[in-house]
């Protein structure tokens, strides 16, 4: 799938005033820091779309863009964060939850792991909540140039065997790297190929 058009829609902290329409929506999540919003300016090529970690506040809010005026790209909010305190975190535990668990229009949350990790536990545990609500979900390994191909793939590998300790069937996956550019094309071919389903 080409990217011809990407917009920024609305940001919102409250999943219910998410946008009222009911185009399939692609939503990416991940520990903060992970590459997500590299990712998703990658993915549009667009350097700016997603505000980066860096940018205040915007990390902590529901955001979505219309692709093509046919999909929404949402960035939820990164999990994880110790440093933001006990009220924040359960802030945006209750954000994500209600989008994910309510939200119909998600066609598929792709979940950010970082490629050089071992599995952690905070990613396995959330990954079994999705498991356990039937929530369709694609796995996707970041910053796969911060090593070589042969670490990539033998990390990859563990963390596929763990996975299997737990699921019969495991997720699609994918391995990206916003730096050079890679992974790009498979997961926009994986979400077309939905579309068109
Ligand atoms: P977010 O918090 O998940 O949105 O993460 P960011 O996209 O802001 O990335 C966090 C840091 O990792 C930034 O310094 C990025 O430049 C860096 N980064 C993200 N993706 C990649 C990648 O694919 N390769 C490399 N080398 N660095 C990356």
């Known amino acids: 799938m080409d990217i011809t058009s990407a917009e920024f829609v609305v940001s919102n902290s409250r999943a219910d005033m998410c946008p009222q329409t009911h ?7 991940g520990r903060s820091n992970v590459g997500k919003s590299s990712l998703i300016n990658m993915l549009t090529k667009n350097p700016k779309l997603a505000m980066t970690s860096s940018t205040p506040g915007k990390t902590l809010l529901i955001n979505h863009f219309l692709i093509n005026k046919e999909w929404y790209l949402v960035d939820l909010p990164g999990y994880g964060y110790a440093q933001r305190g006990k009220k924040m975190m359960e802030k ?3 954000l994500i939850e209600y989008y994910v668990l309510e939200r119909e229009q998600l066609t598929c949350l792709f979940v950010l792991v970082d490629s050089r990790l071992d599995p952690q536990r905070i990613d396995l545990e959330f990954i079994e909540w999705l498991g356990e609500n039937g929530i369709p979900f694609a796995l996707i390994f970041t910053k ?5 191909a042969g670490k990539t793939k033998s990390n990859v590998s563990r963390y596929l065997e763990k996975l299997k300790e737990q699921w019969e069937e495991l997720p699609p996956y994918f391995v990206s790297s916003s730096e050079k550019k890679t992974g790009r094309e498979e997961i926009l071919n994986y979400i ?3 579309n068109r389903s």
């Not at 185009?23 to 999540?29: D, K, M, R």
């Open 23 to 29: 185009l399939p929506e692609y939503a990416f999540i």
């Open 92 to 94: 945006i535990q209750k």
């Open 144 to 148: 796969a140039d911060k090593q070589s």
């Open 192 to 194: 077309e190929q939905i």
